[in-house]
């Protein structure tokens, strides 16, 4: 059973649309990531928030960690074709040797 | 600089043959983490490394995996008696240090197959 609960699983949408992520929880994290896979490739980090409240932004991607530090989202503007690949969390905290319990994914395909 | 490597990237093995992955991790990291994907999901952890010895060896699924890092650098994930179940990607991935914040870098994984 998978800590981190990750909606939607699968999203498919024309380029240009605007897409959410969200990435639920009921322990606290002290940080949270956000992590893109492309096929045959190994999880990317995008981008970590450790404080609760925190927004930050990378270009068209924009990362919320939830007030309690149970949860997350990710935004994404004008999605792009380019956008297309498997979107990851992770938690990473609530254990001794800090390994990352990683959210099931939502794979995003972004159609021309 | 060079990044987590990971051989084989393709095993494929029949059903009851023991297996061995390797992963070169990024120089002067000292901790060093195993995790398995299966089809459609999240990467799950296995076995973390604090230097060479086994610090958490919890995600382990049973006693037919075993890992080591016996110079504190490279490691070796070992699978005896193969198992179907066992086809999976075996991610590594190495960090600076074992921190709540540090960075963890993934190779690119080996995809292992039990027919």
């Known amino acids: 059973t998978q800590l981190l609960e990750q909606s939607p699983q699968f999203l498919s949408i024309q380029e240009g649309e605007n897409l959410t992520v969200y990435c639920n929880s009921s322990s606290v994290f002290s940080s949270l990531q956000w992590y893109r896979q492309e096929p045959g490739e190994g999880p990317v980090l995008l981008v970590t928030?450790?404080?609760?409240?925190e927004v930050k932004k990378l270009k068209r991607l924009t990362f919320q960690f939830g007030d309690a530090r149970k949860d997350s989202s990710l935004h994404i503007t004008a999605a792009q074709p380019g956008d297309t690949g498997l979107y990851l969390c992770a938690g990473q905290g609530n254990n001794a040797g800090n390994m990352l319990t990683f959210g099931g994914g939502t794979r995003l395909m972004v159609k021309p | 600089g060079a990044g987590v490597s990971q051989t084989p990237s393709n095993k494929v093995t029949e059903k009851g043959k023991y297996v061995e992955l390797r992963c070169d991790p990024i120089s002067g990291h000292t901790a060093l983490y195993w995790y398995r994907q299966s089809l459609g999901q999240g990467p799950e952890f296995l076995i973390y490394f604090q230097g060479t010895g086994a610090a958490d060896d919890s995600g382990l699924p049973n006693d037919r995996f075993f890992a080591v890092r016996p110079e504190g650098s490279v490691s070796t994930l070992k699978i005896q008696r193969t198992e179907r179940g066992d086809s999976a990607v075996y991610l590594c991935?190495?960090?600076?240090?074992?921190?709540?914040?540090?960075?963890?870098?993934f190779g690119p994984g080996t995809r292992l197959l039990v027919l």
């Open positions: 991935a190495s960090s600076r240090l074992a921190g709540a914040w540090e960075t963890q870098y």
């Open positions: 928030v450790v404080t609760g409240g």
